[in-house]
């Protein structure tokens, strides 16, 4: 394997920004051996992932407009949507019973550490964006592409997710007129499919895509009405909910729980599904908190990021957890868990109750929440594609603007025909556990992101190179940094990521224990407990030694606090709820994410605009050399002549 002078995969080797020639694979094994070449092709391999994105490039200042009211109300609009409407049926029903209120904390709990990581992520980047735009700016290309194909995953389900609910819910409105004939008319009879094409889910997508393919934006004003109904809604619903209310329907006894047709409901009570299944409703309840990540990403326009971002972001997912409280302990005890309809749960609960005109309300504030909900989901993502096929690792001609409509047309009418192809093929149970493991990923990524980045040695220019002194001796007294560095070193940065990248596999081992072996745990079982204790103190080991490291000096807008602890508890929170997602979705995760490293070893990577930089730096360097030269022969001849 060998990299060409003038194709080489090299960006960051000093002797080729001055013109030299790249010291390639073959040349380095014609000199060491199997050895050296080796060694060659990791430091090539390793520069092409590192390689970062100049902060300055593009720089657009946006006017410091939003308050923290303003971004509150962003965050709330963006999030509160399906989780209200359609997941407090179907997490009640499945998953945690009555305790579903506690699943929906805990996913809150993960969601408020994420979100300040992600305001850390933004504070560091003098430039609004997503969380591909900061990793790629401080961290470096792969982690970017990752974040990047992560999230177009998280606007592509969320999409999909939202409008199959809308879908749903229009079907339960008509008394399934819809879903009755699609199966009639085309069934698919498959465990890893939905029942029928969903033709009107398509639709609608379509219709949302090239209105805004283009150039139709998204409505401030209509946003803004939306939300403001929504929350009416979730009101009303609290309100007249409470009229109805017992609280024997959170105390069913076993006895009372139906057993017909296989199905099992748990033991009744309180949490009929024991902690398990609150977890596992915590792990589908996440769902329900994506989309604060825009407040975030808001940082340039906000009038005082340092303050107002962390306190939207918390404000934000405070206010949207007390509506999925107050909602789903309505719904819970309005009438038992186990008789909730876990698709359009409040129109059935209204039927029961002989209210249908509430059934109508109800549905309008569903309609009009899940139409938000979907354009916050439809519209930000040409904007990622846009970005990462500007950038050159996705391919380019998804990135090109129609001239006419000032939009990435392509890009956005394929975005809409994947999204509207998934919404049509998969059940919404599906969509949302593949959003959450997307989600719960890209969230552990920022996180271990902000942990590098905390305790990164300054890059400097002023600075002279700093040798590695990498041996067994040191290494051990950087752990715990016993000659008590100030400033972060080259050694303390490099064991910060090896170290982040072992709590990342503790946290693997631990956490599985627990999802495995729970029972056995509580139960007192040598094997499992000695197995959790021995993951415990590792991953209380590893925090403790990162926490030991010299900090940076960096100094920013907003910071996370109690680092390493909190960040390290986010990506424990993410890694176990992960787990908690069944083998199909991780599957199809795996593909997913497969085909993204495909893309970016076979194209990406090549076609990077990083990679030309240095590229067209050479060249620059020789023309002005040759220009240099034919000068001086020029002047050579004048004088000789």
Same mark, same amino acid.
């Given at each position: 394997?060998?990299?060409?002078?003038?194709?080489?995969?090299?960006?960051?080797?000093?002797?080729?920004?001055?013109?030299?020639?790249?010291?390639?694979?073959?040349q380095?094994?014609?000199?060491?051996?199997?050895?050296?070449?080796?060694?060659?092709?990791?430091?090539?391999?390793?520069?092409?992932l590192?390689?970062?994105?100049?902060?300055?490039?593009?720089?657009?200042?946006?006017?410091?407009?939003?308050?923290?009211?303003?971004?509150?109300?962003?965050?709330?609009?963006?999030?509160?949507?399906?989780?209200?409407?359609?997941?407090?049926?179907?997490?009640?029903?499945?998953?945690?019973?009555?305790?579903?209120?506690?699943?929906?904390?805990?996913?809150?709990?993960?969601?408020?550490?994420?979100? #300040?990581?992600?305001?850390?992520?933004? /504070?560091? *980047?003098? &430039? $609004?964006? +997503?969380? =591909?735009?900061? %990793?790629?700016?401080?961290?470096?290309?792969?982690?970017?592409?990752?974040?990047?194909?992560?999230?177009? #995953?998280?606007y592509?389900?969320?999409? /999909?997710? *939202?409008? &199959? $609910?809308? +879908?749903? =819910?229009?079907? %339960?409105?008509?008394?399934?007129?819809?879903?009755?004939?699609?199966?009639?008319?085309?069934?698919?009879?498959?465990?890893?499919?939905?029942?029928y094409?969903?033709?009107?889910?398509?639709t609608?997508?379509?219709?949302? %895509?090239?209105?805004?393919?283009?150039?139709?934006?998204?409505?401030?004003?209509?946003?803004?009405?939306?939300?403001?109904?929504?929350?009416?809604?979730?009101?009303?619903?609290?309100?007249?909910?409470?009229?109805?209310?017992d609280?024997?329907?959170?105390?069913?006894?076993?006895?009372?729980?139906?057993?017909?047709?296989?199905?099992?409901?748990g033991?009744?009570?309180?949490?009929p599904?024991?902690?398990?299944?609150i977890?596992?409703?915590?792990?589908?309840?996440?769902?329900?908190?994506?989309?604060?990540?825009?407040?975030?990403?808001?940082?340039?326009?906000?009038?005082?990021?340092?303050?107002?971002?962390?306190?939207?972001?918390?404000?934000?997912?405070?206010?949207?957890?007390?509506?999925?409280?107050?909602?789903?302990?309505?719904?819970?005890?309005?009438?038992?868990?186990?008789?909730?309809?876990?698709?359009?749960?409040?129109?059935?609960?209204?039927?029961?109750?002989?209210?249908?005109?509430a059934?109508?309300?109800?549905?309008?504030?569903?309609?009009?929440?899940?139409?938000?909900?979907?354009?916050?989901?439809?519209?930000?993502?040409?904007?990622?594609?846009?970005?990462?096929?500007?950038?050159?690792?996705?391919?380019q001609?998804?990135?090109?603007?129609?001239?006419?409509?000032?939009?990435?047309?392509?890009?956005?009418?394929?975005?809409?025909?994947?999204?509207?192809?998934?919404?049509?093929?998969?059940?919404?149970?599906?969509?949302?556990?593949?959003?959450?493991?997307?989600?719960?990923?890209?969230y552990?990524?920022?996180?271990?992101?902000?942990?590098?980045?905390?305790?990164?040695?300054?890059?400097?220019?002023?600075?002279?190179?700093?040798?590695?002194?990498?041996?067994?001796?040191?290494?051990?007294?950087?752990?715990?940094?016993?000659e008590?560095?100030?400033?972060?070193?080259?050694?303390?940065?490099?064991?910060v990521g090896?170290?982040?990248?072992?709590y990342?596999?503790?946290?693997?081992?631990?956490?599985?224990?627990?999802?495995?072996?729970?029972?056995?745990?509580?139960?007192?079982?040598?094997?499992?407990?000695?197995?959790?204790?021995?993951?415990?103190?590792?991953?209380?080991?590893?925090?403790?030694?990162?926490?030991?490291?010299?900090?940076?000096?960096?100094?920013?807008?907003?910071?996370v606090?109690?680092?390493?602890?909190?960040?390290?508890?986010?990506?424990?929170?993410?890694?176990?709820?992960?787990?908690?997602?069944?083998?199909?979705?991780?599957l199809?995760?795996?593909?997913?994410?497969?085909?993204?490293?495909?893309?970016?070893?076979?194209?990406?990577?090549?076609?990077?605009?990083?990679?030309?930089?240095?590229?067209?730096?050479?060249?620059?360097?020789?023309?002005?050399?040759?220009?240099?030269?034919?000068?001086?022969?020029?002047?050579?001849?004048?004088?000789?002549?």
């Amino acid at each position: 394997m060998t990299f060409p002078e003038e194709n080489s995969f090299l960006n960051g080797d000093n002797t080729r920004g001055r013109g030299m020639p790249a010291y390639t694979v073959g040349q380095a094994y014609a000199d060491g051996g199997i050895k050296a070449g080796a060694a060659r092709a990791a430091k090539l391999t390793y520069d092409v992932l590192s390689r970062r994105k100049a902060a300055e490039e593009g720089v657009a200042r946006l006017a410091r407009v939003l308050s923290a009211l303003d971004l509150t109300a962003l965050g709330v609009g963006s999030t509160l949507g399906v989780g209200v409407y359609v997941l407090a049926g179907d997490v009640a029903k499945n998953y945690a019973g009555p305790a579903v209120i506690l699943s929906f904390l805990l996913a809150a709990v993960a969601s408020v550490f994420a979100g #300040l990581c992600y305001a850390e992520f933004g /504070a560091r *980047v003098p &430039k $609004a964006g +997503s969380a =591909y735009v900061y %990793s790629y700016v401080c961290v470096g290309e792969f982690i970017a592409f990752i974040i990047g194909w992560n999230l177009i #995953l998280e606007y592509i389900i969320g999409a /999909a997710s *939202v409008v &199959k $609910a809308l +879908s749903e =819910y229009l079907d %339960s409105l008509l008394y399934q007129a819809i879903s009755t004939k699609l199966y009639e008319w085309m069934p698919m009879d498959s465990p890893h499919l939905a029942r029928y094409p969903d033709l009107f889910a398509f639709t609608v997508v379509m219709a949302f %895509s090239v209105a805004l393919a283009f150039g139709v934006k998204e409505s401030t004003k209509f946003n803004n009405f939306c939300t403001g109904v929504n929350l009416c809604v979730v009101l009303f619903v609290i309100i007249s909910g409470s009229f109805k209310a017992d609280t024997k329907n959170w105390r069913i006894p076993a006895s009372e729980v139906p057993r017909d047709k296989g199905t099992d409901f748990g033991s009744g009570g309180f949490a009929p599904y024991g902690i398990a299944g609150i977890i596992k409703g915590a792990a589908v309840c996440f769902y329900g908190f994506i989309g604060f990540d825009c407040v975030a990403t808001a940082g340039e326009e906000a009038r005082r990021p340092q303050k107002s971002i962390p306190f939207a972001v918390v404000a934000s997912l405070l206010v949207v957890f007390l509506a999925y409280c107050g909602v789903s302990s309505v719904l819970t005890l309005m009438i038992p868990y186990y008789m909730q309809d876990e698709k359009a749960p409040f129109p059935y609960v209204y039927d029961q109750l002989g209210w249908p005109w509430a059934r109508y309300a109800v549905s309008v504030g569903a309609i009009c929440a899940l139409c938000s909900s979907l354009l916050g989901a439809v519209f930000p993502l040409p904007r990622i594609i846009y970005a990462m096929a500007s950038d050159g690792l996705l391919f380019q001609f998804m990135g090109r603007v129609s001239e006419k409509y000032q939009t990435p047309l392509v890009g956005t009418m394929v975005a809409g025909l994947f999204t509207g192809t998934l919404a049509m093929m998969f059940e919404l149970k599906q969509l949302i556990h593949m959003m959450s493991i997307g989600t719960l990923l890209a969230y552990s990524m920022v996180a271990s992101c902000v942990l590098l980045l905390r305790y990164e040695r300054s890059q400097s220019v002023h600075r002279a190179a700093e040798p590695l002194n990498l041996s067994v001796r040191s290494a051990l007294r950087q752990l715990l940094n016993s000659e008590g560095h100030a400033t972060p070193t080259r050694l303390s940065s490099s064991l910060v990521g090896v170290l982040v990248t072992l709590y990342g596999v503790w946290c693997l081992v631990m956490m599985n224990s627990v999802h495995q072996h729970g029972d056995a745990i509580l139960a007192g079982e040598a094997g499992p407990v000695a197995v959790f204790a021995i993951g415990t103190a590792l991953v209380v080991f590893t925090l403790y030694a990162i926490s030991r490291q010299p900090v940076s000096e960096k100094k920013l807008a907003f910071s996370v606090p109690l680092v390493p602890w909190l960040p390290g508890l986010s990506i424990l929170i993410n890694v176990y709820l992960m787990l908690n997602l069944d083998y199909m979705t991780w599957l199809r995760f795996a593909v997913w994410i497969a085909a993204g490293l495909l893309i970016y070893v076979t194209y990406g990577a090549w076609h990077s605009s990083e990679r030309r930089k240095p590229l067209d730096a050479v060249q620059l360097a020789e023309l002005h050399n040759d220009s240099q030269t034919a000068l001086l022969q020029h002047n050579l001849q004048h004088t000789i002549g």
